[in-house]
């Protein structure tokens, strides 16, 4: 089983939806992270998580919202979607210590009509 | 803010030995980290450098100089399966902890 889980991973919704995307972990990270991906680009942070009760802007936290249910838990919702939010988001975990890696998901990509 | 560099694409021989640059902002520096990325998939994790000098992981090898905020990912022996998007990931101290990723270099390795 994957150690970082993203559901689901194909979603193709209408403008003005509410949408949520999930991420589950089994790594006992303490540290959660969304971002997103267009073509051709980087990975862009778009909120980050460093225990349950701490929740953190990334670079392009607007029309974006997450909760953190529980350590293993991190989700991101699209209040009301638009066209421009399709891409594909990926959720990451890390471990508290500087020089350890995040580790991704395999992944949602998001389609908006 | 935090910029980081790096060449939009290269191409390179199967066999071959090719070297991706990544400059970034040195005032705040705590680590830099080098992420492998298929189209369509996940990064996975290269490389970590926080000091002066050479990482060497079988085939690939990273470098780093913090005083001239510059890194390189050396890949050498070249495999078609390298093709893929190269990402230089850089955490700066007074960013609460969080990487910042560079735009990626998209690698085509040709027979």
């Known amino acids: 089983d994957a150690d970082v889980t993203q559901t689901p991973r194909n979603r193709i919704t209408k403008t003005g939806k509410r949408i949520m995307l999930e991420c589950s972990q089994t790594?006992?990270?303490?540290?959660m992270y969304w971002y997103r991906q267009d073509p051709g680009l980087g990975l862009q942070l778009i909120y980050y998580?460093?225990?349950?009760?701490?929740?953190n802007k990334g670079e392009i936290s607007d029309g974006y919202s997450v909760s953190r249910q529980a350590q293993a838990k991190f989700s991101l919702s699209l209040e009301s979607a638009i066209p421009n939010q399709t891409a594909l988001y990926f959720c990451?975990?890390?471990?508290?210590?500087?020089?350890?890696?995040?580790?991704f998901g395999d992944g949602t990509r998001l389609s908006i009509l | 803010g935090q910029n980081i560099d790096q060449p939009t694409e290269m191409t390179a021989t199967e066999g071959a030995i090719v070297q991706i640059n990544c400059t970034y902002q040195t005032s705040g520096f705590n680590g830099l980290f080098w992420y492998q990325q298929h189209a369509g998939e996940a990064p996975t994790f290269l490389s970590y450098?926080?000091?002066?000098g050479l990482e060497e992981k079988g085939r690939f090898s990273s470098f780093l100089s913090r005083s001239k905020g510059y890194s390189y990912l050396l890949l050498k022996e070249l495999q078609m399966k390298d093709s893929a998007s190269y990402l230089c990931a850089v955490r700066w101290e007074n960013q609460g902890g969080k990487l910042i990723f560079g735009q990626g270099t998209e690698l085509s390795v040709k027979p």
């Open positions: 450098n926080v000091l002066d």
């Open positions: 790594k006992g990270h303490d540290r």
């Open positions: 998580s460093f225990d349950v009760k701490d929740i």
């Open positions: 990451a975990t890390s471990d508290y210590l500087s020089n350890q890696p995040q580790h």
